[in-house]
């Protein structure tokens, strides 16, 4: 069950410049985050219920480098 009816929710998106592969993000939201072979993550694609929503507050919370961000959250950056 999605966390908003229109399907629009909000969406992990990273910064690549500011990513220096740590990894955590990963770890934190493992079902939402994967990381390639250099360690540097993957996220999702698709809109994030909110319940993954939620992990992915998480995920950018824990990242060192702040390379990752909500986009389509009132309060994120899109």
Same mark, same amino acid.
């Given at each position: !069950?999605?966390? $908003?009816? +229109?399907?629009?929710?909000? $969406?992990?998106?990273? +910064? *690549?410049? %500011? &990513? +220096?592969?740590?990894? !955590? &993000?990963?770890? /934190?939201? *493992?079902?939402?985050?994967?990381?390639?072979?250099?360690?540097?993550?993957?996220?999702?694609? +698709? *809109?994030?219920?909110?319940?993954?929503? $939620?992990? %992915?507050?998480?995920? /950018?919370? &824990?990242?060192?480098? $702040? %390379?990752?961000?909500?986009?389509?959250?009132?309060?994120?950056?899109?």
């Amino acid at each position: !069950m999605s966390g $908003r009816a +229109d399907g629009a929710g909000p $969406r992990l998106r990273i +910064d *690549p410049v %500011a &990513c +220096d592969g740590i990894g !955590m &993000c990963a770890h /934190v939201a *493992p079902g939402l985050v994967r990381v390639d072979s250099w360690g540097y993550p993957i996220p999702a694609a +698709d *809109p994030l219920t909110a319940r993954q929503a $939620r992990a %992915a507050s998480a995920a /950018v919370a &824990c990242c060192p480098r $702040r %390379a990752l961000f909500l986009e389509g959250t009132r309060s994120g950056n899109g």
